[in-house]
């Protein structure tokens, strides 16, 4: 009798919420409003914090943004449902990034549900509740297939669940509307025959060769035309075999795409290479110079006395200076193995893949008499009437033991040397195994 009374006057728990936003405005509007609901709420500013309040409190349920510095929200919903004390928690997630493959990564990672921003707090509120519903009934999986199902068939981009077979099971109607087809008249064909491939496959060999993640693709038309499509094939990691095929017109984006892809690598002012593409560039020829035991080669070279240029002429000159001696370089690196950059103020870098020392120090002096046969004065300069670089060169034949770093070190030491010894010039050094032993031996 006393645990029947206890149970009857102890009032009902009320239900924790966890709100994570790094946005100040959209945390305490959510707070308040979570208050006014009745119930406990608690409120964290990053990813990081979030896992260690819901490992301490465990809430009823986690809203969570997605788009934060540092640990973002598929990251920290990712971490969540890999713990036990917190696997079970559903996640709702806030987010002004609407794109199919966004919204099908959090609910591929466990999430229960999606709030697309600007938010609208009575929407907020109503699907709180019915999660909170969703998490204690038992017809919960039913309600949030059901949800899954409304946001998938009201998605823009296409979507299909696939067999191993390659056999459509499944197409929401923007895939329909993609292709020309009727509702489920998509239902029961191959995705092979869907996808214009270079050889013919059968199903399961198709299915084999698109292998998971994305990929370009061409899609028949039912009218017969081709259209340019990303095909995203992810498997159900819940069902035996099958995959959600998702497919994202991008006829409309390539180009406009392309073309930001290219603006980011560049520097602005000279339109070479910016610092950012050189190191991305130089790990991949790095690596294969490893695997392939080639020699490469680095050049690094600075502007001679250009603050002198700058305070004389002026830094619009100085800016013409830089495009001009951008332009010579840039002539020298020819091959797709060899890359010229721009790496700070006066500073430029060439990488030269498959390169020995002695080729890679002829090409360091040519560019050298290319800049200086510009012929762009600099009146101040003790060195020359002209603009000149001093230049250091560097070369490795690398091993898994050598470090990146130490060819800029040796290269940069280079450089210096060529400006100590009266500039304008170039000076070589030594990398690798060859630059540890002079370095010993100079110790001992």
């Known amino acids: 009798m006393t645990n029947l009374a206890s149970v009857g006057l102890s009032a009902p728990r009320k239900p924790a919420i966890l709100i994570v936003d790094d946005a100040p405005d959209n945390l305490a509007l959510l707070r308040t409003m979570m208050l006014r609901q009745g119930y406990q709420t608690f409120v964290a500013t990053s990813g990081e914090r979030a896992l260690e309040i819901a ?66 707090m009575e929407e907020v509120c109503a699907r709180v509740r019915a999660q909170l519903r969703l998490s204690s009934g038992s017809d919960a999986q039913k309600e949030q297939a059901d949800r899954l199902r409304m946001i998938v068939d009201s998605m823009d981009q296409g979507l299909l669940i696939v067999e191993r077979c390659g056999r459509i099971q499944y197409a929401n109607p923007a895939c ?13 064909r191959s995705l092979a025959e869907l996808v214009a491939q270079d050889t013919h496959q059968d199903g399961c060999a198709a299915m084999e060769a698109f292998g998971n993640g994305t990929r370009e693709v061409l899609i028949r038309h039912r009218d017969g035309g081709l259209r340019a499509m990303d095909l995203t094939m992810t498997p159900m990691h819940a069902a035996n075999g099958q995959f ?103 500073e430029f870098v060439l990488l030269f893949g498959e390169t020995p020392g002695i080729a890679a120090s002829r090409l360091a002096e040519a560019i050298r008499t290319t800049v200086e046969a510009l012929q762009l004065p600099n009146p101040r300069s003790p060195t020359s009437p002209w603009i000149t670089v001093s230049v250091g060169v560097a070369t490795i034949v690398p091993t898994q033991l050598d470090k990146i770093e130490q060819l ?37």
């Open 55 to 120: 490992l301490r409190i465990q809430p009823d349920l986690v809203l969570l943004d997605v788009v934060m510095p540092g640990l973002d929200g598929l990251e920290t919903c990712r971490r969540m449902k890999a713990h036990p004390l917190t696997a079970r928690i559903p996640v709702i997630f806030m987010s002004a990034r609407g794109e199919t493959d966004d919204i099908v990564a959090g609910f591929d990672i466990g999430a229960a549900d999606y709030i697309p921003k600007p938010l609208r």
């Open 176 to 188: 329909d509307r993609y292709l020309g087809y009727a509702t489920d008249e998509l239902v029961g």
């Open 244 to 346: 959600v095929a998702l497919l994202h017109d991008i006829t409309h984006h390539k180009q406009s795409e392309d073309a930001l892809q290219r603006a980011a690598m560049l520097d602005p002012l000279t339109r070479i290479a910016n610092r950012r593409h050189f190191d991305a560039f130089m790990e991949k020829e790095w690596q294969r110079a490893i695997r392939n035991a080639q020699p490469l080669s680095l050049v690094v070279l600075d502007v001679d006395h250009f603050k002198l240029y700058n305070d004389t002429l002026g830094h619009a000159a100085g800016d013409l200076c830089l495009q001009k001696v951008a332009q010579a370089l840039e002539a020298h690196a020819l091959r797709p193995t060899d890359l010229a950059a721009r790496y700070g103020g006066e």
């Open 408 to 444: 800029f070190v040796c290269a940069d030491r280079a450089m210096y040397a060529a400006k100590e010894g009266g500039r304008n010039r170039v000076e070589t050094a030594l990398a690798g195994a060859a630059w540890e032993a002079v370095r010993n031996a100079a110790m001992m």
